[in-house]
Nanobody, 121 residues
Framework: VQLVESGGGLVQSGGSLRLSCAASPNLFHIYTIYTINWYRQAPGKQREVVST???????NYTDSVKGRFTISRDIAENMIYLQMNSLKSEDTAKYYC?????????????WGQGTQVTVSS
């Protein structure tokens, strides 16, 4: 499984960005049960989960991004997205795409290389 993020950059407070994560071809057809996550890690802080989307279509968000961020996937295109609106300086971090697959009775995590988001106030 390969994951490649893109879409990060520098944006002013209140602006928007859409992060993309290109997954391995046919990932969502090969694996029908999976969990997609977007994590972020700010300098000097632990990596935290920002949003989760499971194969059933249910999504969750950490409180600080609720109402501002939207996670989605395009099964046909093997793409994962994180739409980020009303960005704040505290959203500045490196964002990572993660896919968790249940393999052999245990969860396996696959990660992208990350994409930097910097929000200027």
């Amino acid at each position: 499984v390969q994951l490649v993020e893109s879409g990060g950059g520098l944006v002013q407070s209140g602006g928007s960005l859409r992060l993309s994560c290109a997954a391995s071809p046919n990932l969502f057809h090969i694996y029908t049960i999976y969990t997609i996550n977007w994590y972020r890690q700010a300098p000097g802080k632990q990596r935290e989960v920002v949003s989760t989307l499971n194969s059933g279509g249910s999504s969750n968000y950490t409180d600080s991004v609720k109402g501002r961020f939207t996670i989605s996937r395009d099964i046909a295109e093997n793409m994962i997205y994180l739409q980020m609106n009303s960005l704040k300086s505290e959203d500045t971090a490196k964002y990572y795409c993660n896919v968790q697959l249940p393999l052999g009775g245990r969860p396996y995590d696959y990660w992208g290389q990350g994409t930097q988001v910097t929000v200027s106030s």
